[in-house]
């Protein structure tokens, strides 16, 4: 079977298990280039140790009312680990057996690791978001004040990961205000020493520094007539904006920030270092990341 292909849960009725098999669930996944960047790296992983030369990595259209059962299927199947994308990230993290002590503050799980009696879930978002960060803006969170916009599963990832590295402060935008209110209550454990700045994205915020690491952690961008996920002429000008959106290459977010002379990046980046993090959890091997950055490369060109 081909790995780029798009599975349904239908698949699993004929799946014969051999060898070790991952895969990414989604709604929509045919987009999702997981596949073609893990399945190149465990290619190189299995020329240097054989213990991966019968891993693959496949991607499942799952809509969140099959996630449940997909996850059961799943494991009685004998798949050995699990990466979350939209939707699922927030609704699976109440649905694991247990959870990597780290994962616990963000309330989200983006990478599922089999366990005999089921799954323990795990979140590589921030670590992902932190290394792409350094490596496409060289900004550091620990140094910045932090605007970051979305509350849903991406947003938790990286506002945790912003807190615990102890950024100087942390504002964060959003659409609606009861995703809002409920990250920013969630977060309340962590940012005891650091007050965390709510504001809607639907009105002008007062109070924010210049200077800032813009970050848009919202789903709006990914559609051609999308909203911009927060008025960047309004703000301060910021020290650089990263959009965690990689397909298209260029929001309309990251069009204005290059018009404005900004530094700025998509989340290619952070996808490949989450996706590194991942492959490191299951394997409990060194992981190539060259391998895995040519493969997001490359088949984000095709
Ligand atoms: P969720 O569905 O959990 O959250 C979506 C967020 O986007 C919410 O804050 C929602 O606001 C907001 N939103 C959705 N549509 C709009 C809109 N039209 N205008 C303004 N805000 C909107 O998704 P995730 O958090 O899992 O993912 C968010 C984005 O991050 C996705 O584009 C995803 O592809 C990307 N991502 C990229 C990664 C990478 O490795 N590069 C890793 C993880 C995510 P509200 O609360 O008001 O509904």
Known sequence: MATNAVLTLDDLDTWQCEGTSLAVLGHPIRHSISPAMHNAALEEMARLNSRFS????????????????????????????????????????????????????????????????????????????????????????????????????????????????KCRSLWIGNRSAENLDRLIADLRGLSASMPVHGFSTESTPSGIPSNALLINATSAGLRPDDPLPIALTVLPKPAGVYDMIYNPAETPLLRIARSLQIPAANGLSMLIHQGVRALEIWSEASVPVAAMREAATRAMQR
């Open 54 to 165: 019968n891993w693959k990595y496949v991607k499942f259209d799952v809509p969140p009312e099959h996630l449940s059962q997909a996850m059961a299927r799943l494991h009685a199947k004998g798949f050995f680990g699990l990466n979350l994308t939209v939707p699922h990230k927030v609704l699976a993290f109440s649905r694991v057996d247990c959870i990597d002590p780290a994962a616990l503050p963000i309330g989200a799980v983006n990478t599922l690791k089999r366990e005999p009696q089921g799954w323990r879930g795990f979140n590589t978002d921030g670590y992902g978001l932190r290394m792409a960060v350094r490596e496409t803006l060289n900004i550091e969170l620990a140094d910045s004040h932090v605007i970051l916009v979305g509350a849903g599963g991406a947003a938790r990832g990286a506002a945790v990961e912003c807190l615990q590295n």
